[in-house]
T-cell receptor, first 116, second 113 residues
């Protein structure tokens, strides 16, 4: 079974600064996908970024980028130029790359607060 | 932009009653999911559905739960006899293909009293 661990229950950052959220996972799979989802106070889950395990290049989406360390089973999210709207719960998630289903296994979440 | 729509946004029900949570996935998506999030806890997978049948389910998804795609657009989760511990936010999600990102609805908050 896969496990996803987010060791930082809460973090805060000043507006315009950079913050990194940590995520580690445990799996015996060689083919898988990793995601970061954002859950603002509205509680809707919004996809932030996706990484395929077979790709060595770290994914980037505008101000969001990841540091994917496959050997260390680490998948951290870096948010640059933090904005007030980035305040949310952030969940790291794992998906096996197989032919039956696409269930996501989530971490416990990190509550990020961006301060003005 | 296409989105997953869930109704109702909030439902209160008495213990032992049946509830049906409704979802309209994104129209060209083929895979459908239900997840739940008990307040303050992580999001947990319940079930995935493809080609009109369950493709995977978790240990949470026992005989009290069922899913159905009654027509070409709706995807429902039924809880037959609700318990207090079923109180949670229930999220529907859909994805276009296997192993692609899931898009989530805004959730239905279920409160069992």
């Amino acid at each position: 079974a896969q496990t996803v661990t987010q060791s930082q229950p809460e973090m805060s950052v000043q507006e315009a600064e950079t913050v990194t959220l940590s995520c580690t996972y445990d799996t015996s799979e060689s083919n898988y996908y990793l995601f970061w989802y954002k859950q603002p106070p509205s509680r809707q889950m919004i996809l932030v970024i996706r990484q395929e395990a077979y790709k060595q290049q770290n994914a980037t989406e505008n101000r969001f980028s990841v540091n994917f360390q496959k050997a260390a089973k680490s998948f951290s999210l870096k948010i640059s130029d933090s904005q007030l709207g980035d305040t949310a719960m952030y969940f790291c998630a794992f998906m096996k790359g197989e032919t039956s289903g696409s269930r996501l296994t989530f971490g416990e979440g990190t509550q990020l607060t961006v301060n003005p | 932009e296409p989105e997953v729509t869930q109704t109702p946004s909030h439902q209160v029900t008495q213990m032992g009653q049946e509830v049906i949570l409704r979802c309209v996935p994104i129209s060209n998506h083929l895979y459908f999911y239900w997840y739940r999030q008990i307040l303050g806890q992580k999001v947990e997978f319940l079930v995935s559905f493809y080609n009109n049948e369950i493709s995977e389910k978790s240990e949470i998804f026992d005989d009290q739960f069922s899913v159905e795609r009654p027509d070409g657009s709706n995807f429902t989760l039924k809880i037959r006899s609700t318990k207090l511990e079923d109180s949670a936010m229930y999220f529907c999600a859909s994805s276009e293909f296997m192993n692609t990102e899931a898009f989530f609805g805004q959730g239905t908050r279920l409160t069992v009293v």
